[in-house]
């Protein structure tokens, strides 16, 4: 069974008169992996974006659980559609702190279910001791793993990840996915990754959308896409 | 208003002219020092005469007539003006500037003043002149200064701190919310000239109002009471002003569904 937890319909961005999406029909399975890939400027995180409503598309409609997005609050919206940042952003304070910035800013209190602080850790690849550290002292890689802890603490059930990997070395980068495989299967998380790299989409196992242009080229299963992976 | 033995010495023209000769001074050692400033010295001290003495001659006219709804355009006026200045000093010029720096000094500067004129001072009647303009005139300067200070903070914190308030709007935070760091930083900057002057005043520098006081032959305690009155004014009037300015102004980078407005990305 495949259940459709976001889907797209004609779906075009402007921005400064430019076109940057146009007309995308897309639909992204629950608990699946999905991977945006093109080249700079192709469209991957405007379209991103868009599912949150960190922006908003010119033209067509987006449905999460077969409702307009518009007619879900916005802020709710964005507690289901955890996102994860290019540049690991990190507030004040220590992991903990961090870690109960979303409840806080639902109930206006900081006191977290330890549980929970541990089990965001945990599944993100941070280990447990890691809640009193000051955050700003953590590397790039930790950071990064930090803002996808931070993220799963609204237990959202769609992930948006917008080149997660970009800031980080290789071989961090690759465990960073690793740990967001293995939420994707420990959860049922749904994961839309952008990134310009195939090899990631082989990590990940999942399914490739190729943008360019703004337009969709190519949606194909992981396995198909490997064949012709030069012609990325 | 108490008084000692004192005779106050009245100013002659004759006499600023003679104080003008310091300015003559002043512009040799500029001219010997090739500093090049002889010029804006003398426009300087010839606006200083010109402006000085047509207020001198305004207030001296108003203090006679003695009408309240004439005190009441010149504090406008003040505002007015006031707010223009702090307006032009930002590189952001938005239509609603204007009207939301005019509302918040007019509601910082008017409830300072309201305060201090009709519930400690009690003046009669309630526009006696003689204490609104000067109270209202001090009031209006500082929030002013803090006002320009709230507005260019708050307009940097937003630019420089875009990604931290995209992070926290993805965490489902309100605008307000992702915006609170901006706000803060943007009191804290109106406030903190306001908050140094009340740490060193009389023992780094007299404030003017006092020193005008004494002069004129006012109680040296007297005198300071009204510094003290004054200063606590200042701060509170600057501390509304910031506060009304901050949280009008980050809003128009905010959209109504909390999205951060695409000109600021």
């Known amino acids: ?232 | 208003m108490e008084g000692f033995n004192y005779n106050l010495i009245d100013i002659s023209y004759f006499d600023l002219l003679i104080s003008l000769g310091l300015i003559i001074v002043a512009a040799g050692l500029s001219r010997f020092q090739h500093m090049g400033i002889e010029r804006d010295l003398f426009v300087g001290a010839i606006r200083t005469f010109i402006q000085l003495l047509a207020v001198g001659y305004l207030l001296k006219y108003v203090f006679a007539f003695d009408r309240w709804y004439l005190i009441l355009l010149i504090i406008f006026i003040m505002i007015i003006v006031a707010s223009r200045t702090v307006t032009q000093r930002q590189r952001k010029k938005t239509k609603e500037l204007p009207y939301i720096v005019g509302f918040a000094m007019t509601a910082g500067s008017g409830i300072t003043v309201f305060v201090a004129t009709q519930i400690l001072l009690q003046i009669k009647p309630w526009y006696e002149p003689h204490y609104l303009i000067p109270l209202a005139g001090m009031v209006i300067g500082n929030s002013m200064n803090g006002s320009t200070l709230a507005v260019e903070r708050i307009d940097s914190e937003i630019q420089s701190r875009k990604l931290e308030i995209e992070a926290y709007l993805a965490l489902g935070a309100t605008a307000r919310q992702a915006a609170r760091t901006c706000i803060r930083s943007a009191m804290r900057a109106a406030m903190i000239p306001t908050i140094n002057s009340m740490m060193v005043v009389g023992i780094v520098a007299l404030p003017g109002m006092m020193t005008g006081q004494i002069l004129s032959g006012t109680s040296p305690l007297i005198a300071v009471k009204y510094q003290i009155i004054i200063m606590y004014m200042i701060a509170f009037s600057v501390a509304i002003s910031s506060f009304i300015l901050a949280n009008l102004r980050f809003n128009r980078y905010f959209t109504s569904d909390h999205r951060l407005k695409e000109e600021v990305l």
């Not at chain 1, 033209?59 to 290019?86: A, H, N, T």
């Not at chain 1, 089990?119 to 930090?146: M, Y």
């Open chain 1, 1 to 232: 069974m495949n259940k459709t937890k976001i889907e797209l319909y004609n779906v075009g961005k402007t921005k400064n008169r430019i076109k940057i999406l146009k007309d995308i029909n897309l639909r992204f399975g629950s608990g699946k992996i999905h991977i945006l890939i093109g080249p700079s400027g192709a469209g991957k995180t405007t379209l991103l974006r868009l599912l949150n409503r960190m922006d908003e598309p010119s033209s067509g409609k987006i449905e999460y659980d077969g409702k307009d997005i518009k007619d879900i609050p916005v802020l709710e919206l964005r507690r289901r559609i955890g996102m994860v940042f290019q540049i690991p952003v990190i507030f004040d304070g220590t992991v903990k702190n961090n870690l109960s910035v979303p409840y806080s800013l639902r109930t206006n209190s900081n006191h977290v279910n330890e549980e929970d602080l541990i089990n965001a850790l945990e599944l993100s690849g941070l280990r447990n001791d890691f809640l009193e550290r000051r955050a700003s002292d953590l590397s790039v890689g930790e950071k990064q793993r930090l803002t996808v802890a931070r993220a799963l603490m609204n237990k959202p059930d769609v992930l948006l990840l917008d080149e997660p990997t970009s800031a980080l070395d290789h071989f961090t980068g690759i465990k960073l996915l690793e740990s967001i495989k293995k939420l994707n299967e420990a959860l049922g998380l749904t994961i839309i990754m952008v990134t310009h790299q195939l090899e990631y989409a082989r990590i990940l196992d999942g399914r490739v959308i190729n943008l360019v242009n703004g337009t969709i080229v190519r949606v194909e299963e992981v396995e198909d896409s490997f064949l012709d992976s030069e012609s990325i």
